[in-house]
């Protein structure tokens, strides 16, 4: 059973850099069809994507961001991470990383996610 | 982007009493459709794929129909363990997007 397990400071201050890692257990970062991907929910709010990247190193993103998010990817650590700029309140949400399961033409689907990690942003 | 509209945002309903709830997305996007359920402080969990299939494990009482713009959850014979909130997601095109949400709440 694949695990992700998100990490990172819990309070960020605004125009800071929010900085977030997923660790995957269980399974390989580098198998083929599987795309590594951010998610988050505002509080008391509904989901927004962020972003995936391939263990090749593509990535998307979501235009809403304003490309201030960027996703790596480290295969030799079984890790993947976030990088979202010039944080302000309204990114103050929970965050998940989430595994896009894409093995099946057509059939694309978030089958894994982590527990999620509360990030503040504040002064 | 693709806007997933669903409604109602939120529906007060009995154990034993039959819900449905609707997803319209802004353009047709074939049958790329997932439904989400997603309980407190818990990461959502599939329950229907393309629109119609149910996914391995999950109660026959939930079922979906529809394709191209407009797209139904229903659950039938409503559950104690099946109050949560529930979400559409669209998987045609980049970026996903969500529906806004169904909470569904004891009466």
């Known amino acids: 059973q694949v695990q992700l397990q998100e990490s990172g400071p819990g309070l960020v201050k605004p125009s800071q850099t929010l900085s977030l890692t997923c660790t995957v257990s269980s399974g390989s970062i580098s198998s083929g069809g599987y795309y590594w991907s951010w998610i988050r929910q505002h509080p008391g709010k509904g989901l927004e994507w962020i972003g995936y990247?391939?263990?090749?190193?593509?990535?998307d993103y979501n235009p809403s961001l304003k490309s201030r998010a960027t996703i790596s990817v480290d295969t030799s650590k079984n890790q993947f991470s976030l990088k979202l700029r010039s944080v302000t309140a309204a990114d103050t949400a929970v965050y998940y990383c989430?595994?896009?399961?894409?093995?099946?033409?057509?059939?694309?689907?978030?089958?894994?996610w982590g527990q999620g990690t509360l990030v503040t942003v504040s002064s | 982007d693709i806007q997933m509209t669903q409604s109602p945002s939120s529906l007060s309903a009995s154990v034993g009493d039959s819900v449905t709830i609707t997803c319209r997305a802004s353009q047709d996007i074939r049958n790329d459709l997932g439904w989400y359920q997603q309980k407190a402080g818990k990461a959502p969990k599939r329950l229907i794929y393309?629109?119609?299939s149910l996914q391995s494990g999950v109660p026959s009482r939930f079922s979906g129909s529809g394709s191209g713009t407009e797209f139904t959850l229903t659950i039938s014979s409503l559950q104690p363990e099946d109050f949560a909130t529930y979400y559409c997601?669209?998987?045609?095109?980049?970026?996903?997007?969500f529906g806004q949400g169904t909470k569904v709440e004891i009466k």
């Open positions: 990247i391939y263990y090749s190193g593509s990535s």
């Open positions: 989430a595994r896009e399961n894409r093995v099946r033409f057509g059939d694309y689907y978030f089958d894994y």
């Open positions: 393309a629109a119609s």
């Open positions: 997601l669209q998987h045609n095109d980049y970026p996903r997007t």
